[in-house]
């Protein structure tokens, strides 16, 4: 497993990640722990991604870690939020965040995950105008001084990959999570080239879209995804079948070896996280890592033909 440099922390992370979100969903969970994020770590991945609002995630990354016998991995994990409004739209800082919010999300997760120090902790969500809320910055400095967190982070919310421009690599900001896809490789050109300029390090989700760019889903699959819902299903297939067409089976076999070697390959991108609920998903997904970067004529072919200016999730009810 290829590993890169998450930033200038003088962190390496696994270029592929386990992402946690559902985690409690690998059906072998047994005792609290999750096969599936043991044979990822014996894959060679080295950081693993998770939250407080992921319910029960935590517990079982710390459950799992405690039966590894191997390196310690990385484990990233995100604040919980005040309220679900500021996922959305932007409200003012005290309705997501506040001094008191943050430490008792940090402490729950340091409970929870059983550790003394968080290595990377995300604030859930960001909006631009957050970056002149002097008390968060201080807040976050606080407790890396007190030895309670290593790195701070955002994870901007959707596609709002341009909210996070100016703050990172400023204000202890050390990383950033966002959207990378077939479709959303706009920060390609924005967020990873300021991101890696400024020393920060960069995971990269909602690799298949959450679920439609493994063209896998019927219609009815489609309404059945939250995040999918309100996706126009027809225009979806036929981006779909544009991408078949043009990339597979060469340089990619199948449309999903084709997305996640594409987030892969993006430049800036310290690890790619994915949800891997089964060993079947994990053995899958470690196949296609190995398989390397696609070429750069596709990479910029994909940029060019098959960038979708696009935010379903932002319909949520």
């Not at 400023?170 to 490789?185: D, H, P, T, W, Y």
């Not at 990619?252 to 800036?268: H, I, K, N, Y």
Request: glycine letters at 8%.
């Amino acid at each position: 497993m290829e590993r890169r440099p998450y930033g200038d922390t003088g962190l390496e992370v696994s270029a592929l990640c386990y992402g946690a979100m559902t985690i409690r969903h690998d059906p072998d969970l047994k005792g609290g722990v999750a096969p599936s994020l043991l044979r990822a770590l014996e894959g060679g991945v080295t950081l693993v991604d998770t939250a407080r609002v992921y319910a029960g995630s935590e517990e079982i990354v710390a459950a799992t870690l405690r039966e590894w016998r191997g390196e310690r991995p990385i484990v990233s994990t995100k604040l919980l939020p005040k309220a679900r409004d500021t996922w959305r739209e932007w409200r003012p800082l005290a309705e997501a965040y506040t001094p008191e919010s943050i430490r008792a999300s940090v402490e729950a997760s340091l409970a929870a995950l059983r550790v003394d120090a968080l290595d990377i902790v995300h604030l859930h969500q960001w909006w631009a105008p957050w970056a002149d809320e002097a008390e968060l910055f201080d807040t976050l400095g606080a407790l890396r001084r007190e030895g309670k967190l290593r790195f701070a982070a955002i994870s901007v919310g959707d596609h709002e990959h341009d909210a996070a421009l100016e703050v990172v690599g400023r204000k202890g900001v050390a990383g950033v999570q966002l959207i990378v896809n077939l479709f959303e490789s706009r920060p390609l050109s924005s967020l990873l080239p300021i991101a890696k300029k400024r020393g920060v390090g960069a995971i990269a989700r909602c690799v298949y879209d959450s679920g439609g760019l493994s063209g896998a889903l019927d219609e009815a699959g489609f309404r059945a995804r939250p995040f999918l819902t309100h996706a126009p299903y027809a225009e979806y297939q036929a981006r779909l079948a544009a991408l078949r067409e043009r990339f597979t089976p060469e340089p990619a076999a199948t449309l999903p070896e084709l997305a996640l070697r594409f987030a892969l390959s993006a430049d800036g991108v310290s690890s790619v996280t994915v949800g891997m609920p089964t060993v079947a998903f994990v053995e899958d997904a470690l196949r296609t890592a190995a398989k390397g970067p696609l070429p750069a004529e596709a990479i910029a072919e994909i940029r060019r033909h098959h960038v979708w200016t696009k935010n379903f999730y932002e319909k949520l009810a």
